[in-house]
């Protein structure tokens, strides 16, 4: 019997090999989640990489056919795809594995030749997805769990993602309104509007760029960096620790988070605006600092920030940068960049000065 998809609630009925999941029962986990049982020999940095490192050890996955995940997102889609058709995904392992870290992490190397076609296959999944089902971390606005609603994408998009990783063109239709959108916001971000500064020690990358762009845009550069300070016209702004910390990343060695909610009160003592710094958890996938008007919903903060209000500040370019390396600078002194932080771990490190 080939492998197969099941939804989620079907875990225990049969042995399973969970993907970019985790869940009591699996057969086999293959995930790049913090704390994922994921075997040491498999470790990727995303899902999808530990299924297709798997697929050139068979012997390692051990006799399951069962396949399921507990959210629909690129990488965990990818996986599951590669463990349903194995032979198609190794002869495109080198696109796939591009694929996976662009959805999941929103980077990508224009320098490599296949980064475009992944672009495109990414722009397909996402279109598709909006237009038949509902945005990611949209379920629960619709009064629906994510490991539930998610089983019905993974129907459609298992036996039609094969025709268009062969012939992409065939989802041009789908695809060319985000990839032409991104493929603007990249062009200008190489423009002279745009200047990068970096601080490798602490991991963060800014941004200086006129207006919001797509994270395909803003986030392709940013490879090797956790944090983006991005910095807009109109004393506009948003600091973004990325998923790159919410997971364990297997290429490098990083920093820990930091809570953002002491960088908000700095700021705010500052801030002379109608609007106050406000700050996600940290254990958001990916927490932002911001200045608040309404309340985010997830999907929203999820979504590209060209999509999403980014209010105006009383505070210059120069204090905000300032204020930010400051803080974390002073938040990893003494810390070594490591493999596998625990939450205590990382909860450890940010309450050090409490």
């Known amino acids: 019997m080939p492998r197969h998809f099941v939804p989620f609630g079907q875990l225990r009925r049969q042995p399973t090999i969970v993907v970019d999941s985790t869940g009591l029962g699996a057969a086999l986990t293959l995930a790049h989640w913090r704390g994922a049982a994921t075997p040491a020999a498999l470790r990727d940095d995303t899902s999808a990489g530990s299924v297709l490192r798997a697929l050139r050890q068979p012997a390692a996955l051990g006799p399951a056919q069962a396949v399921t995940a507990n959210h629909f997102d690129i990488d965990g889609f990818v996986g599951v795809w590669a463990l349903l058709h194995p032979e198609l995904a190794l002869i495109h392992e080198d696109l796939l594995r591009q694929l996976a870290v662009l959805g999941d992490f929103r980077e990508i190397d224009w320098q490599n030749p296949l980064a475009d076609t992944a672009l495109k296959l990414a722009c397909w999944l996402n279109a598709e997805e909006k237009t038949r089902f509902y945005e990611p971390f949209g379920a629960p ?11 019905e994408k993974f129907a459609w998009f298992l036996p039609r993602f094969a025709d268009i990783l062969l012939n992409p063109e065939a989802g041009r239709t789908a695809w060319e309104p985000e990839y032409a959108r991104v493929r603007q916001a990249v062009a200008a971000l190489q423009g002279p509007l745009t200047e990068r500064r970096s ?57 820990p988070r930091l809570p953002l909610g002491p960088l908000a009160a700095r700021l705010n003592a500052h801030e002379t605006g109608p609007y106050r710094w406000v700050a ?46 400051a803080y974390l600078q002073e938040g990893y002194e003494g810390v070594e960049s490591r493999r596998y932080w625990t939450w205590a771990e990382v909860r450890a490190v940010g309450n050090r000065d409490k």
């Open 280 to 325: 996600d958890p940290l254990t958001d996938t990916g927490p932002l600092l911001r200045l608040a008007g309404r309340p985010l919903s997830k999907a929203e903060r999820y979504a590209d920030p060209d999509g999403r209000p980014i209010y105006a500040s009383s505070l210059a370019p120069r204090v905000v940068e300032a204020e930010v390396v």
């Open 141 to 151: 606005a619709r009064r629906r769990r994510e490991d539930e609603a998610s089983a």
């Open 199 to 255: 601080y490798a020690a602490i991991g963060l990358a800014v941004v200086q760029t006129p207006a919001p762009v797509p994270y395909y845009a803003l986030f392709g550069p940013t490879a090797g960096f956790d944090w983006v300070l991005s910095v807009y016209d109109g004393q506009r702004y948003e600091l973004e620790c990325k998923y790159t910390t919410w997971i364990d990343l297997e290429s490098r060695p990083t920093l």
